[in-house]
């Protein structure tokens, strides 16, 4: 599987931004997805999972209620809707793969694109 994330920015606090994760391969829908991000000077961090079905998400204490994970397998994307942005959300964002069906736990994933980077203003 290969992923191409696209959609950061810059914005300011309170506003919002949606991420895009496009995967190759016939085999999308089966696969676990989910977000990480990395701060600077910061451990990456996982973000969000879904799994194979759009009801099955999880997410990192720091975004509930802010960020939402979706997936659109027809189009073999997976998206990050992130709202009410802060400051201590500016990181590299990547999102990943897995074959496991744990879409709630951040363990696992093995396939991974390029980060898009998002940074937002105070």
């Known amino acids: 599987v290969q992923l191409q994330a696209s959609g950061g920015g810059l914005v300011q606090a309170g506003g919002s931004l949606r991420l895009s994760c496009a995967a190759s391969?016939?085999?999308?829908?089966?696969?676990?997805m989910g977000w990480f991000r990395r701060a600077p000077g910061k451990e990456r961090e996982f973000v969000a999972g879904?799994?194979?079905?759009?009801?099955?998400?999880y997410y990192a204490d720091s975004v509930k209620g802010r960020f939402t994970i979706s997936r659109d397998n027809a189009k073999n994307t997976v998206y990050l809707q992130m709202n009410s942005l802060k400051p201590e959300d500016t990181a590299v964002y990547y999102c990943?793969?897995?074959?496991?069906?744990?879409?709630?736990?951040?363990?696992?994933?093995?396939?991974w694109g390029p980060g898009t980077q998002v940074t937002v203003s105070s």
């Open positions: 990943a793969a897995k074959s496991s069906t744990y879409y709630y736990t951040p363990a696992g994933y093995t396939y």
């Open positions: 391969g016939r085999t999308f829908s089966s696969y676990t």
């Open positions: 879904i799994g194979w079905t759009a009801g099955l998400t």
